[in-house]
């Protein structure tokens, strides 16, 4: 099955929107402690692609009891993103997640090279 049957609500903490978007103080201040930051293209695009995964995702990620997340995935045919390096390079992302809160709800919308397949 795809898609998410549920009922989900977006997080409204504008630090995990903001940390996904290009010129953001919260996005240039993980590039310069990180390294690099994975960015979508700008806000339209997170929205749209929250907006699929929601539709046609696919559930992702190992079963883990204890894990406080749930998430689904999607690969996209063109970049929806890309990780920002610190020396500028940029390395273009086709794959988006949302992740879902268990206890909650609140999800909140990734971009991402690959789905998650480990426990961490």
Avoid: C, W
Avoid at 5 to 27: A, F, Q, W
Avoid at 41 to 64: L, P, S
Avoid at 77 to 89: M, S, V, W
Avoid at 96 to 102: P, Q
């Amino acid at each position: 099955m795809s898609g998410i049957d549920r009922e989900i609500y977006i997080e409204n903490r504008t630090s995990l929107i903001d940390k996904h978007l290009p010129e953001t103080e919260k996005s240039q201040r993980e590039l310069k402690t990180e390294g690099m930051v994975y960015l979508f293209n700008d806000r339209q695009t997170m929205e749209r692609v929250g907006e699929e995964i929601k539709q046609r995702g696919e559930r992702t990620g190992a079963e883990d009891s204890e894990d406080k997340y749930e998430r689904y995935g999607l690969f996209f045919a063109e970049p929806i993103g890309y990780i920002l390096k610190l020396d500028g390079t940029r390395i273009p992302l086709h794959y988006g997640e949302i992740k879902i809160k268990k206890s909650t709800g609140k999800y909140h919308v990734i971009p991402r090279t690959r789905p998650r397949t480990t426990k961490s």
